[in-house]
């Protein structure tokens, strides 16, 4: 009967063969798409535990060596997402395991980690709930550069065009003229009346469901907040999709809008205030989808951290 080291020493192992033919070193080697339950902080004290989906890579310096040790990577990847949550210091510790497991191979390495953030979300005004589930894209390296994190995600939320607001309204007073002579004394009970009628709100002005696609990067020490920035962009935008809705709900989400006409430009600006004033955030891009329901194109604006002489170019990372 063999034993398992006599299994083990009968098999070839190419991988770390020296490379016959071909010679040249790689940027990056790895496994992309593999499938872990990953812990995440859900934000409430508890732990969510998600589907995800891991890339795991290392650059391969040495030209003269046929492959990295796939299986390593994929070892690491399982013991360290199935023991605690995804966070800043077990990022950087898993990458410093991949270094180490391909010494004299390897001096970059890096992860994503793709899963979508289950967050329940209080109705605007009755007492129910519901769940969202933003999309989220984790990114860390380490390398000569040190450990680097960045956040990827997406809000959806309400846009009521400024434009069509002024333009409804002006057709309302015209309604209105036409309705009420002028020089005549107004009649409370019948204006009352006409507001409450389709005549008091001839026109509507459009609304579009509009995305704001987020990529964020964290100063070295600070914690991995996703839900803390979820809430942060969404209150900047102050009409997030709701979840539940009665009617009482979607009066409120009607007020809300009505308070809340944004262009897509007026939208990057304000997540733009927000995310600036968040010192653990270095640097962000941000992308602003308004889905138009008057054109069949999309409007939209990108924006970058707004620091003199800034990172953002508009080069569109997101
Ligand atoms: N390097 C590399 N390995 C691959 C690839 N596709 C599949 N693999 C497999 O990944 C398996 C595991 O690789 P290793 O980590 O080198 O496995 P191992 O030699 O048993 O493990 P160690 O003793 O730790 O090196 C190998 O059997 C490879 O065939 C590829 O494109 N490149």
Redesign the pocket.
């Known amino acids: 009967m063999h034993t398992h080291e006599n299994t ?1 020493r009968l ?1 070839p ?4 063969q020296a490379q016959p033919h071909l010679a040249g070193a790689l940027d990056w ?1 790895g496994m992309d798409g593999i499938e872990v339950p990953a812990l995440f902080d859900a934000g409430d004290g508890s732990v969510q535990r998600s589907s995800a989906q891991v890339g795991a890579f290392v650059n391969l310096t040495r030209p003269d060596k ?9 070892l690491l990847v399982d013991e360290y997402l199935s023991a605690k949550p995804v966070d800043a210091a077990m990022l950087h510790s898993l990458l410093r395991a991949f270094l180490d ?1 391909h010494k004299d191979l390897a001096n970059r390495a890096r992860i994503s980690i793709r899963f979508d953030q289950l967050v329940r979300r209080a109705a605007l005004r009755s007492s129910n709930s519901g769940w969202r589930a933003y999309p989220v894209s984790i990114e860390a390296s380490l390398g000569e550069e040190g450990f680097r994190l960045e956040l990827g995600t997406e809000v959806v939320y309400s846009s009521t065009c400024p434009a069509s607001a002024a333009l409804s309204r002006q057709l309302i007073q015209e309604q209105f003229a036409r309705d009420f002579a002028a020089g005549q004394p107004l009649d409370h009970a019948a204006v009352l009346a006409w507001l409450g009628s389709e005549k008091g709100i001839v026109a509507t002005p459009h609304a579009q469901r509009s995305v704001a696609r987020l990529l964020v990067r964290f100063a070295e020490d600070a914690s991995l907040d996703l839900i803390g920035l979820l809430d942060r962009v969404e209150q900047a935008l102050g009409t997030p999709v709701q979840t539940a809705v009665k009617r009482e709900d979607e009066q409120a989400f009607a007020l809300a809008n009505g308070g809340n006409l944004m262009f897509c430009e007026d939208a990057a600006r304000r997540i733009q205030r927000a995310l600036d004033a968040d010192d653990r955030i270095v640097d962000f891009h941000v992308r602003l989808e308004h889905q138009e329901s008057l054109h069949p194109h999309d409007a939209v604006a990108y924006a970058s951290k707004g620091v003199a002489g800034g990172y953002g170019n508009g080069s569109g990372r997101v």
């Open positions: 083990v098999m192992d190419v991988a770390s080697v046929r492959g990295i040790h796939m299986s390593r990577l994929y497991s």
